[in-house]
């Protein structure tokens, strides 16, 4: 099992950037498909990007295409999200998730274990 926990939210104005992190706690961190998920107020939680066990391979939602970039250290248990361009409707709890079952793949939120989230906010 791997514990979760993200840092990096907050608020930022439209066209804005900020980048989340996400320590996970283990020896195994890169034996997890890693992935960003997200929820705004009263919708369903959706797949924002996902990153191989290895990192070399990265997966993206079209919404974040060319903005958002996904990246991991698996020297120091840590994936990251770096978000560009920052739109209104990117406001959302932004979830950090593992997947132990697949080395690589998008597997939108087919995940196992997630973090507690983190709030990022852009004002317009």
């Known amino acids: 099992q791997v514990q979760l926990v993200e840092s990096g939210g907050g608020l930022v104005q439209a066209g804005g950037s900020l980048r989340l992190s996400c320590a996970a706690s283990?020896?195994?961190?890169?034996?997890?498909?890693m992935g960003w998920l997200r929820q705004a107020p009263g919708k369903e939680r959706e797949f924002v990007a996902g990153i191989s066990r290895s990192g070399s391979s990265t997966y993206y939602a079209d919404s974040v295409k060319g903005r958002f970039t996904i990246s991991r250290d698996n020297a120091k248990n840590t994936v990251y999200l770096q978000m560009n361009s920052l739109k209104s409707e990117d406001t959302a709890v932004y979830y950090c998730?593992?997947?132990?079952?697949?080395?690589?793949?998008?597997?939108?939120?087919?995940?196992?274990?997630w973090g507690q989230g983190t709030q990022v906010t852009v004002s317009s």
């Open positions: 998730a593992a997947n132990p079952r697949y080395a690589l793949g998008d597997y939108g939120t087919n995940y196992d274990y």
């Open positions: 283990g020896r195994t961190f890169s034996s997890y498909l």
